[in-house]
């Protein structure tokens, strides 16, 4: 491996895809070649602590074999914005940098890869605006709110799903303090140099089976069980993390309003429509080279497209 600043490899794709995997294999192979690499954390989920079924969070085994940054930093009713991660990420990759070990950014949300990697600037943020507003979508739901902010910017709701509580609040807070929200993303540029980006790709009839097996170990392994203890850890407070796939439904079953089998449908149902729109995004983005998940040499092409080995 050659010396200099590393570069900075991200593998994206949707969900169930095996993008840690993958990226475990890459840091092995970097550090077959004589050289390191660690992996950074993308995913939104996987900084809660005790959130680790339903998230598919990299095992202890694993995070010994190759160290993972940002995972298990926050508890469940804590809630970090997309800026925020951006300052803690592009904070670990720097340093990883700066040390020569090669940064593997690993995620399956298109806005926090493009908030890491890209020149991505975010308005401000009040915490008093936000709060009023986060107890209005408590008191009338999203569609609700969705349609207060279609009143105040009929833009900005038709880009934004009804029921994306979230994103509702946060469209109406900018509003607020600045006037204007617009939900399009920038142009993609890079904001850090060296980046290679890669993707995997399989048949959707793959992916779908993928992730109703992956629900299906979920449950097996004690999904419900877990949920019930964060609920006692506070999960319900939690902004962010009570909406997570599995869990949102779970929370729904233990309050009576579905059955385990119909949360175990909606987390499968859920998960399947977000991965298409994981895939829809990343599509759109012409820098991602793309990779076949049956690829058994995937971890080699990485490390020559990124110029970590030299090609045979």
């Not at 804590?78 to 940098?97: H, K, M, P, T, Y």
């Not at 940064?103 to 009023?132: E, H, K, W």
């Not at 993707?199 to 449950?219: K, S, Y």
């Amino acid at each position: 491996m050659d010396a200099g600043t590393p570069p900075v490899v991200a593998l994206v794709g949707p969900t169930a895809s095996g993008k840690s995997s993958l990226a475990i294999e890459v840091a092995e192979r970097i550090a077959s070649l004589g050289g390191r690499a660690e992996v950074v954390n993308a995913d939104s989920m996987l900084v809660y602590r005790g959130m680790d079924i339903g998230t598919a969070k990299p095992t202890v085994e694993q995070r010994r074999r190759v160290p993972h940054h940002l995972v298990d930093i926050m508890d469940v009713t804590q809630s970090a914005s997309v800026a925020e991660f951006q300052g803690l990420a592009r904070g670990v990759i720097a340093d990883l940098r700066d040390r020569g070990v090669v940064p593997i950014v690993v995620g399956g949300s298109s806005l926090y890869m493009r908030a890491i990697l890209d020149v991505f600037d975010f308005p401000g943020t009040d915490p008093q605006v936000r709060r009023r507003w986060e107890d209005e979508l408590e008191a009338i739901g999203p569609h609700a709110l969705h349609r207060v902010l279609a009143d105040r910017n009929p833009e900005a709701a038709a880009a934004i799903l009804p029921g994306n509580g979230r994103r509702i609040v946060r469209a109406l807070e900018v509003i607020d303090l600045t006037g204007t929200f617009t939900a399009r993303l920038p142009e993609p540029t890079y904001a850090l140099a060296g980046v290679h980006q890669f993707g995997l790709e399989l048949p959707r009839e793959e992916m779908d089976e993928r992730i109703a097996a992956r629900v299906d170990e979920m449950w097996r392994q004690g999904l419900v069980d877990e949920v019930r203890g964060l609920v006692e850890a506070g999960l319900r407070r939690g902004v962010t993390a009570s909406r997570g796939l599995g869990y949102q439904q779970v929370l729904a079953c233990l309050a009576g309003d579905m059955d385990e089998q119909e949360a175990r449908r909606a987390t499968v149902d859920g998960t399947r429509r977000f991965a298409r729109k994981q895939l829809a995004w990343f599509r759109r983005d012409p820098r991602i080279s793309w990779i076949p998940v049956t690829d058994r040499e995937a971890s080699r092409r990485i490390t020559t497209s990124s110029g970590i080995e030299q090609p045979q």
